[in-house]
T-cell receptor, first 115, second 110 residues
Framework: GAVVSQHPSWVICKSGTSVKIECRSLDFQATTMFWYRQFPKQSLMLMATSNEGSKATYEQGVEKDKFLINHASLTLSTLTVTSAHPEDSSFYIC???????????FGPGTRLLVL | EDQVTQSPEALRLQEGESSSLNCSYTVSGLRGLFWYRQDPGKGPEFLFTLYSAGEEKEKERLKATLTKKESFLHITAPKPEDSATYLCAVQGGSNYKLTFGKGTLLTVNP
């Protein structure tokens, strides 16, 4: 299957700082990528849909100015958590839509801890 | 609005004890039903995509089936390494978004 990578795999930061998470499709081009958030023992919560070359589409209740998404190329999308606070601590997972395989492949996730 | 309900929430099996997980769904214009496996602290791993009622797919001890209202993931003679959370998702309409169920936590005891 196709491979999606995320970097970093975990990050600890101080409250008020910004954190950038990268998501790359390694062996296919992805015009559409997704960002999810997952709380312990809960399912995936879609935050936004990222389309290459255009603005991201955010789900209801997700703050656009807090979670900045950029999809500048067909293999890279980034999520920046701005002015992070402890309540932003979570497991963030990206995925990429493989049009050829008609399947959504997930990255390994990034665990964020805001102190 | 697309909806996915998975049952049971948790399932404990003895090694070799076959069983099935259920995924009931409502969707406007099904484009695909997806099964993923998720291990603790990791991203979901793709298992199957089913597109139309009557379709079946197999991979090792797993077999996924699809009807117009639900999908089953059958696990034959499971092993402890099959322990994981199994997620079901549907894709409908004209975009690539997936709607996920809450998952079934499967534990296989040796």
């Amino acid at each position: 299957g196709a491979v999606v990578s995320q970097h970093p795999s975990w990050v600890i930061c101080k409250s008020g700082t910004s954190v950038k998470i990268e998501c790359r499709s390694l062996d296919f081009q992805a015009t559409t990528m997704f960002w999810y958030r997952q709380f312990p023992k809960q399912s995936l919560m879609l935050m936004a849909t990222s389309n290459e070359g255009s603005k991201a589409t955010y789900e209801q209740g997700v703050e656009k100015d807090k979670f900045l998404i950029n999809h500048a190329s067909l293999t890279l999308s980034t999520l920046t958590v701005t002015s992070a606070h402890p309540e932003d601590s979570s497991f963030y997972i990206c995925s990429a839509w493989d049009r050829e395989g008609e399947t959504q492949y997930f990255g390994p996730g990034t665990r964020l801890l805001v102190l | 609005e697309d909806q996915v309900t998975q049952s049971p929430e948790a399932l404990r099996l003895q090694e070799g004890e076959s069983s099935s997980l259920n995924c009931s769904y409502t969707v406007s214009g099904l484009r695909g039903l997806f099964w993923y496996r998720q291990d603790p602290g990791k991203g979901p791993e793709f298992l199957f995509t089913l597109y139309s009622a009557g379709e079946e797919k197999e991979k090792e001890r797993l077999k996924a089936t699809l009807t117009k209202k639900e999908s089953f993931l059958h696990i034959t003679a499971p092993k402890p390494e099959d322990s994981a959370t199994y997620l079901c998702a549907v894709q409908g309409g004209s975009n690539y978004k997936l709607t996920f169920g809450k998952g079934t936590l499967l534990t296989v005891n040796p």
